[in-house]
């Protein structure tokens, strides 16, 4: 299967980025945006210290900048603004929807496991695992 943007949670927190700069929500995601490139950072970590997972120059390059502009560039905009309990547990809410969303459109919970398994396999195949990531690949803007 195809990396979705619809099965990335990341994607989730960026439109309710777009949602609060918009004024469409008062619900401020800058907790969740930091907790994303937290756990971006870990995991990119993790794979560079216990797996034999290495990626190309490109797609090493188009990471850091899809996560500049997914992650950092919306943290640095909401810098100046006020994390509130509600805020965090919006987030939560919006994760649980995802995780239902996943399960509907994947069918199950083992469908879920096996979409991750699918993606995280792909990544150490050095493979276009994420949806921005792929596109490029599939436009042949990068190879």
Same mark, same amino acid.
């Given at each position: 299967?195809?990396?979705?943007?619809?099965?990335?949670?990341?994607?989730?927190i /960026?439109?309710?980025f777009?949602?609060?700069?918009?004024?469409a929500?008062?619900?401020n995601?800058?907790i969740?945006?930091?907790?994303?490139?937290l /756990?971006?950072?870990?995991?990119?970590?993790y794979?560079i210290i216990?797996t034999?997972w290495?990626?190309?120059w490109?797609?090493?390059i188009?990471?850091? +900048?899809?996560?500049?502009?997914?992650?950092?560039?919306p943290?640095?905009?909401?810098?100046?603004?006020?994390?509130?309990?509600?805020d965090a547990f919006a987030?939560?809410? /919006?994760?649980?929807v995802?995780?239902c969303?996943?399960?509907f459109?994947?069918?199950?919970?083992?469908?879920?496991?096996?979409?991750e398994?699918?993606i995280?396999?792909k990544?150490t195949?050095?493979?276009a695992?994420?949806?921005i +990531?792929h596109?490029?690949?599939?436009?042949?803007?990068?190879?």
């Open positions: 299967m195809e990396p979705r943007f619809e099965f990335t949670f990341s994607y989730w /960026l439109f309710w777009f949602l609060y700069y918009f004024g929500t008062s619900f995601p800058k969740w945006l930091i907790l994303a490139l /756990l971006n950072i870990f995991a990119e970590i794979r216990f034999q290495t990626r190309t490109t797609d090493t188009v990471f850091i +900048i899809v996560t500049i502009f997914i992650k950092i560039i943290i640095w905009v909401l810098r100046n603004t006020s994390f509130r309990m509600t987030g939560m809410v /919006l994760l649980i995802f995780l969303w996943m399960l459109r994947l069918g199950s919970i083992n469908g879920i496991i096996q979409y398994k699918d995280q396999h990544i195949e050095k493979k695992a994420t949806p +990531i596109l490029l690949h599939k436009w042949n803007i990068i190879l």
